[in-house]
């Protein structure tokens, strides 16, 4: 299949044709959240999911988030623009260890952060994600002992957050890890009056600087409403697009990795670019498929997240 010279309006064309809405992850290349029909993070993705009257999900994003959007959706055509687009965090989490860890807290209530494979969600009670983490744990009764994973940092954070102990899977993001405290230490010399914005995947080390921790999108509304004029974002590089659009005349500064590298863009992410999500429309594949049996198990843990972020 050939490309087409305005591949805009032929995405355009096809989300019509299909009767296709266009999911984006703020991680992803900015031409494709220019082309999306919703942008978000990994709670307002899995809401525009659980939703969408559309034929046609085209998933742009990681693996796990398409796979979430089908396990809710079962009778709808899930594509991912590239099928390698899988995520470090996740893998760092396989389905036997998990179980063997499980089968050790048998009285454990297990949360997992939804970046996880369908295997994980399969054996968890509730499903969370950066934005609802905090007020999931916090609607635990608190003699309910809780296993978190696969994220560590994030589980330490809602640890902190909550006072809640729990035992966590030692899972990291590759991305989140890469910046550097010392890097950070210099630039908030020179750039004082910024403010330092972070996810909560990023280490402790990292997380101690922050004036503010959030979710993609709750990183990108406290920019918005914070009265400073500039900030160091510590997160994946994709949502200063976003920042910057959202305001123009405030300055957005990507936090330092450890290397000289672009190690602040997900690798997994850019695995999708904007020819492949016309091609993947075009050929309507890839798509996701899932066993049912593992569709249904991990449905359940999903709903209840869904249910708890009302
Ligand atoms: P949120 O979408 O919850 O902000 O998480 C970021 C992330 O790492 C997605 O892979
Ligand atoms: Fe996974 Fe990290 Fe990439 Fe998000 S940014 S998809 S957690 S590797």
């Given at each position: 299949v050939g490309l087409p010279r305005d591949l805009f309006g032929a995405i355009a064309d096809l989300k019509r044709e299909l009767n296709a809405v266009v999911l984006a992850h703020y991680y992803q290349d900015p031409d494709i959240q220019d082309v999306a029909d919703y942008l978000g993070d990994s709670l307002g993705l899995s809401q525009q999911a659980a939703k969408t009257?559309?034929?046609?999900i085209v998933f742009a994003g990681v693996h796990f988030m398409a796979e979430t959007a089908k396990i809710l959706n079962p009778n709808k055509l899930v594509l991912l623009p590239?099928?390698?687009?899988?995520?470090s965090l996740a893998d760092s989490c396989p389905p036997d260890a998990f179980a063997q860890f499980k089968a050790k807290h048998p009285d454990h209530l297990v949360i997992s952060y939804i970046n996880c494979t369908a295997d994980i969600k399969a054996m968890s009670d509730i499903i969370c994600t950066s934005a609802n983490a905090v007020s999931i744990v916090r609607q635990i009764p608190a003699d309910q002992p809780i296993i978190f994973a696969p994220d560590r940092n994030l589980g330490k954070y809602v640890s902190e957050q909550t006072g809640r102990e729990m035992v966590l899977w030692q899972g990291s993001c590759m991305v989140h890890e890469t910046f550097s405290e010392k890097k950070m230490v210099q630039l908030k010399i020179q750039h004082p009056e910024a403010e330092v914005i972070a996810h909560p995947e990023c280490e402790p080390a990292v997380l101690r600087h922050a004036d503010y921790i959030g979710s993609t999108t709750a990183l990108l509304n406290y920019c918005q409403k914070s009265?400073?004029?500039s900030f160091i974002v510590a997160t994946e590089a994709g949502i200063l697009h976003q920042m910057q659009k959202a305001a123009p005349n405030k300055q957005f500064i990507a936090a330092p990795p450890v290397n000289n590298c672009a190690c602040n863009e997900c690798p997994h992410m850019r695995l999708n670019t904007l020819e492949k999500l016309y091609l993947a429309m075009k050929t309507r594949s890839p798509e996701i498929t899932l066993p049912e049996q593992t569709r249904l198990a991990a449905l359940r843990p999903i709903q209840r997240m869904l249910e708890m972020s009302i």
């Open positions: 009257e559309a034929d046609v590239d099928l390698d687009a899988g995520c009265s400073s004029e």
